[in-house]
Structures are given as structure tokens and as C-alpha cells.
């Protein structure tokens, strides 16, 4: 979200105006208002009123004398000094009272009115003028908190002013149809609420920056035609101590006065991180988070507010906020791709002049790895470009070289594959597949992608769900560890060189190989003893090894065998299939996504040519 904001003035800033003009009123205007009640007389009227003992207090000063009249106490006078050194004992024998600062006792009143009600006037102003300002940057609404304070600065959209449908944020079919859910609730609760389902009150968008998250969430409230409430983490934390919570408060209260609605809450990592462990945590951010908590916890799942946030880092987020009942749903938003780039190419290409024989198609190949914000700006770019050389349209030249303009700027921060990388993940990933079909005869993905993922996997392979199986047999094991084994066999097979990123596998098969030995009695040696004990079933299943060092190193020797051998016979099985493996690589390598389906149609294809594209 790039909104623009105004400048916020810290609270502080208008506090100390007001003191500022308290302390000023104090010393300045308070003295000249008692100064205005003494009225200045003659040294001899000073005298003639001793003589007529009417002095009632004297106060004799280095430069003045200030007295009341005996008679009338609310008079106040002043006169000079003289060199009159039996002064002192003439106004004792006339019975006047010997006081202090006379000048200074005034009227009750007044000092009632200065030090009370005018600081209490100048604070209420200041509230309502702040509180006009906030409810100004919300864009509507009615009624304060107390004095304005914490008044939440949420953005309230009205729906068909933004206007932001599906149909706007190109690709992520999968995240829509996450979302497509939620719609239909705010459409019609009540199908919802009859048979007593209750809707997540939180759903976390998780990807990576400019992927389309705000956009997606501002898309379920104009599909729903509800408002949107829009708010950033960041926003909460940098107030004052106790401002991000009240602004939660008041969030939430605004949002129920309207519901059915959205709140969208982008970066809640910036409150939601976890709290443990961090010596001096931000008080602010924890207040803030358990207010958020509060609010999650205080309506019932019915009430038809529903909150989206947006984070790229899930793993942050404190436990609490990801529990049932609150951010229980989760929705990966994850680069697009190669489709997906190109649908959104063609959606941002339309806000400007093209030439017809664009090729969006080689753009989205080129820009491998990009983020929909970095498409939406490879399109800007070129149409900049267009403009600084006179052109009327933008060319496919125009395009092809901003690519490079935007890409190379972001190329170690959004994990951008190199053309070499891109064609290695794909026959790794190829293999796994390859030798997984080969040994049970059927598919065994639904889907392989190649493009980064949130999760830092350069490729990601969606394998078909079989069901539960509690049993598996000791072929269906050595035949998972060759399995995990054939990503790099396949980097071997075909670069005759081998990467990094076969290390998730390698634990994979080394943990299989080990179990297999150790607990499940897979060998003739051990046959049926338990030479590794589970300690902890449910906290990640750490195991302790309970035989002699030598046994230990028997063990050892025989995982490594095992690996060895199931590694040996994934590398032949892509041997074997030599053909198959590259043509299936290069579908992959080309369109970025098979599906079990291709993949099979390609597999069984008994003629030997890459299938049409
Ligand atoms: P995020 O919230 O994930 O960081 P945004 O929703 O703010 O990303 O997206 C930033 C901009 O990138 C959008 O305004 C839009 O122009 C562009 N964009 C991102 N993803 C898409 C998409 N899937 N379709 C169309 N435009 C997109
Ligand atoms: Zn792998």
C-alpha cells in the first residue's frame, strides 16, 4: 500500500503548546491582572491614612509599599519609599497588620478561573481539534473518544469508490479461490450461520512483498461490496505508549458499527512477532498485540467481520496470533507463474499504449522470478521509456529493456533464477518425479512448479494425495529413499555435476534409512531390536540411539549403504529414461508448472517428440 499520509505531529508537540501558553498566562498575564486591582497613591495619602489609622495590611518592600484599606478590604494600594525611619513604628501604633504578599492574593475567583478552567477549556480544544483531524485522514464517521484521543486512523473505503475485483489481480487462482469462500459468506451469511459454521475470523495472506496481497484482500471486500478497513502494522507501533492499543479498540469498534466488512491489517508482523525470548520486548507492540488478541477472542465468529493480514515473514508471528480462533487460516500468495506473469502483464498493459504485435508471452519468460509489483512496474518502465524517445506506443523493445532495468535492481532480493538455475531445479525436480513414476506406475504429482517460494524451495512438487497409509512396506520405503535420492541423480545424469540443492533430500533419505535400520527391524543383522528409542513423540520426534559404540558404527555403515545402493538405482532408472527426462525437463524448464496429468500424457507417449506447446 503506498497511500499518502500527512505528516502525523507527535502529541507531545501539542501538550507542550498548551503548557507553553499555561506557564506564559502564570507569569505574565496573572501578575498584571492583580497588578490592575492596586491602585497608586501619594506618600502623603499613605501618611494621612496612618494618622487616620485606616491602614488595614502593610507591606513595606525595597522600592514600594503596598496596603489595604482597613475599611475596605478588596482596595488595594501602592506608593513609593521614603527615607522615613520611623515608619515602621508609626504604622505599629496605628494598628496596622504587618502582612505578605498582599499584591498576590487575588480575587479567589480569578485564580479559579486561570488555573482551572482555563487549562481544562484549552485540553478540550485541543481534543476536538485532534480528534477532527483524525476522524478526517478515516474519512468519515462519527463520535470521539474521550478528548479524540487514540481515535484509530483506519481508511475506511467505501466499495465503489475502489472498485477492486477478482478479476483485477491476474493469476493466483488458487489464493481467489481461497477467498471466494469468504465472499460468499459476506454475501449470505445466514447459509452460513443456519448450520452453525462459523467463518475464520482471521485469514493470513503469506507471500512475498508485491505479489498482490492488498490487493487481494481489497478484492474479497469489492467482490462482497463491504466496506474495508485498512490499517498497517507499522501504523500501530509508532504512536505512544497505549495509542496502538486504543487504536485496535477503536478499530474493531468502528469496523462491528459496519458490518458486514473487512479488516485488513498489512505487515502484522510488525506487532505480531513472536514475543519470547527478547530481553526490554517493545511494551508498545505487546499491548498492541494483546489488544488485537482481545478483539479476536471478544466476537463471535458470526458477527460478519472478517480480518485479512498480510505478512511475509509467517514465521515470525507469534504462536498465539496463529492459534484456532484467531489467524487460523492461512493462504499462500506466491510469485506467479509464467502464466500468471503473463496475465498480468497483459492487465497492466492495458492502462497503457501498445503496439499489436507485443509478445507478452516472451516478457513473462524473460522476467522469470518477478512479482506482480515488478511487472506492474516493468510495464511503467517501458512506457517512461516510450515517452523519452518521442513514441506514441510502447514496443516490445521498450518492454524487453526494462525487464532489465527493474529486474537487475531487485535480482538479490526476490530470489530471480538464472536461466542455468532454472533449467538445473527443473530436471532435480523432474527426476524425483520420473523415478517415483517408474516405480509404482502411476503419477506421482499433481503438480511440480519451479518458481521460488516463500519457504526459500526453488522448486515445489505437490505430490498426489494417496490417502492416509499406515502401513507401508519395506519395498514402498527403499523405494521413497530412491525417490528422495533422484533430484540429484538427475542433476548427474544430465549436467554430470551436482548442487546444493539436493540437502533437504539428502536428510529426508538419511532420516528414512536410519528408521528403517534402527526402529522398524529392516535388516537381517539387527532383525527385530530397537536400536533407537522415539523420546518425544510430538515435539519433533527426537530419538536417542540405545546400543554399543560398535553396533553405532554398524549402523552407520549400513544407512550409508542402503543410501548408496537406492541412489545407484534412481540414477539408472533416469539413465533408462533418458528421453523422458529431458523431454519432461524441458516442458517444466519452458512452462514453469506440469501437472500430473502432462506429465503422465508426456511419460506414456510412446512417440519420441516434445508434446505441441
Ligand atoms: P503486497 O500487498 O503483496 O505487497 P500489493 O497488493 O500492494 O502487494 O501489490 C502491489 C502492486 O503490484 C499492485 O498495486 C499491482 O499494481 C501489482 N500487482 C501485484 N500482484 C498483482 C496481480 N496478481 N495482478 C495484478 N497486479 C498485481
Ligand atoms: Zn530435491
Request: glycine letters at 8%; charged letters at 25%.
Amino acid at each position: 500500500m503506498n497511500e499518502v499520509k500527512s505528516p502525523k505531529k507527535p502529541l507531545v508537540y501539542y501538550y507542550g503548546i498548551v503548557l507553553l501558553v499555561l506557564v506564559l498566562l502564570n507569569l505574565i498575564v496573572a501578575p498584571m491582572l492583580a497588578q490592575s486591582q492596586v491602585t497608586e497613591v501619594d506618600y502623603g495619602t499613605f501618611m494621612y491614612m496612618i494618622d487616620q489609622k485606616s491602614i488595614g495590611q502593610v507591606q513595606v518592600e525595597d522600592n514600594q509599599i503596598i496596603f489595604t484599606d482597613k475599611n475596605d478590604n478588596n482596595k488595594i494600594y501602592k506608593t513609593g519609599v521614603m527615607n522615613d525611619p520611623t515608619l515602621t513604628e508609626r504604622l505599629y501604633n496605628s494598628g496596622a497588620k504587618f502582612a505578605k504578599d498582599i499584591d498576590q492574593q487575588m480575587s479567589p475567583i480569578l485564580s479559579f478561573l486561570l488555573t482551572t478552567i482555563l487549562p481544562l477549556v484549552l485540553f478540550i480544544a485541543l481534543g476536538q481539534y485532534m480528534s477532527r483531524k483524525m476522524l478526517e485522514r478515516a474519512g468519515g464517521g462519527k463520535g470521539s473518544m474521550m478528548f479524540g484521543l487514540g481515535k484509530s486512523n483506519a481508511r475506511v473505503y467505501v466499495p465503489s469508490s475502489e472498485g477492486i475485483h477478482f478479476k483485477d489481480v491476474a493469476g493466483e487462482d488458487e489464493a481467489k479461490e481461497n477467498l471466494s469462500e469468504i465472499v460468499d459468506y459476506l454475501h449470505n451469511p445466514k447459509k452460513y450461520t443456519q448450520i452453525g459454521a462459523s467463518m475464520p475470523k482471521g485469514v493470513l495472506l503469506v507471500g512475498p512483498p508485491g505479489t498482490g496481497k492488498t490487493m487481494l484482500a481489497k478484492a474479497v471486500a469489492g467482490e462482497a461490496n463491504v466496506p474495508f478497513f485498512s490499517m498497517s502494522g507499522s501504523e500501530f507501533v509508532e504512536m505512544f505508549v497505549g495509542m496502538g492499543a486504543s487504536k485496535v479498540r477503536d478499530l474493531f469498534k468502528q469496523a462491528k458499527e459496519k458490518a458486514p466488512c473487512i479488516i485488513f491489517i498489512d505487515e502484522i508482523d510488525a506487532i505480531g512477532q513472536k514475543r519470547d525470548g527478547r530481553i526490554g520486548g517493545n511494551d508498545e507492540r505487546e499491548q498492541t498485540l494483546n489488544q488485537l488478541l482481545t478483539e479476536m477472542d471478544g466476537f463471535e465468529g458470526n458477527n460478519g467481520v472478517i480480518i485479512l493480514a498480510a505478512t511475509n515473514r509467517p514465521e515470525s508471528l507469534d504462536p498465539a496470533l496463529t492459534r484456532p480462533g484467531r489467524f487460523d487460516r492461512r493462504v499462500p500468495v506466491e510469485l506467479p507463474d509464467l502464466k500468471g506473469r503473463e496475465e498480468i502483464l497483459k492487465v497492466h498493459a492495458k492502462k497503457i499504449k501498445v503496439q499489436d504485435d507485443v509478445d507478452y508471452h516472451t516478457i513473462a519468460r524473460m522476467a522469470a522470478g518477478a512479482s506482480g509489483a515488478e511487472l506492474a512496474n516493468i510495464i511503467n518502465e517501458a512506457a517512461l521509456r516510450a515517452v523519452r524517445d518521442n513514441r506514441s506506443l510502447v514496443s516490445q523493445a521498450d518492454l524487453e529493456e526494462s525487464i532489465e532495468v527493474v529486474i537487475a535492481g531487485y535480482q538479490r532480493k526476490s530470489a530471480v533464477l538464472s536461466d542455468k538455475e532454472k533449467r538445473t531445479v527443473a530436471y532435480h525436480e523432474i527426476g524425483h518425479a520420473l523415478v517415483a513414476a517408474m516405480q509404482t506406475a502411476s503419477a506421482p504429482v499433481q503438480k511440480i512448479t519451479i518458481i521460488p517460494r516463500t519457504s526459500g524451495a526453488l522448486g515445489y512438487t505437490l505430490q498426489v494425495d494417496q490417502g492416509e497409509k499406515y502401513l507401508l512396506t519395506k519395498a514402498e520405503l527403499t523405494n521413497k529413499i530412491a525417490t528422495y535420492t533422484a533430484g540429484r541423480a538427475a542433476e548427474e545424469v544430465a549436467f554430470g555435476e551436482i548442487t546444493t540443492g539436493a540437502s533437504n533430500d539428502i536428510e529426508q533419505a538419511t532420516k528414512l534409512a536410519r528408521a528403517m535400520i534402527t526402529r522398524y527391524g529392516m535388516t537381517e543383522e539387527f532383525d527385530m531390536v530397537a536400536m533407537e528409542t522415539v523420546t518425544n513423540q510430538y515435539l519433533g520426534g527426537d530419538t536417542s540411539l540405545s546400543c554399543s559404540e560398535n553396533t553405532q558404527r554398524e549402523i552407520d555403515r549400513q544407512v550409508v549403504a542402503l543410501i548408496k545402493a537406492q541412489h545407484q538405482k534412481a540414477k539408472q532408472i533416469l539413465l533408462d529414461n533418458r528421453d523422458k527426462l529431458d523431454q519432461l525437463a524441458k516442458f517444466l524448464y519452458e512452462k514453469e508448472t506440469i501437472t500430473g496429468e502432462e506429465f503422465m500424457a508426456i511419460l506414456n507417449d510412446k512417440t519420441d517428440d516434445t508434446p505441441e506447446q
